[in-house]
């Protein structure tokens, strides 16, 4: 089993900055990767961005191409926990936001992730 706890959340006006850290515990494993998947109101999930939690090396990450050059997702493994680093809040990117485990490589699809957690509520108003 694997525990994964979100926080972070709130709300910013447009422009604004958040970040989102996501504490992770149980039977991991040594290589996993870690997602953040959000889920606008009335709308499916989307991937927004994964790392590759490989210890000893640095994570290879990826994004969806809505928040590229916007938000950034870093890890730190003696914390256990990563991090998504949202900048130029867009109104489009209220949603919940979920962070998601998956063993072994990064996933760009909700359901590749095993693992979740309850997910933390982010508004950015006009």
């Known amino acids: 089993q694997v525990q994964l706890v979100e926080s972070g959340g709130g709300l910013v006006q447009t422009g604004g900055s958040l970040r989102l850290p996501c504490t992770i515990s149980?039977?991991?494993?040594?290589?996993?990767?870690v997602g953040w998947v959000r889920q606008p109101p009335g709308k499916e999930r989307e991937f927004v961005a994964a790392i590759n939690t490989v210890l000893r090396s640095t994570g290879r990450t990826d994004y969806a191409d809505s928040v590229k050059g916007r938000f950034t997702i870093s890890r730190d493994n003696a914390k256990s926990t990563v991090y998504l680093q949202m900048n130029s809040l867009k109104p489009e990117d209220t949603a919940v936001y979920s962070c998601a485990y998956r063993p072994l490589t990064i996933g760009k699809r909700s359901d590749e992730y095993t693992y979740w957690g309850q997910g933390t509520q982010v508004t950015v108003s006009s």
């Open positions: 149980g039977r991991t494993g040594s290589t996993y990767a």
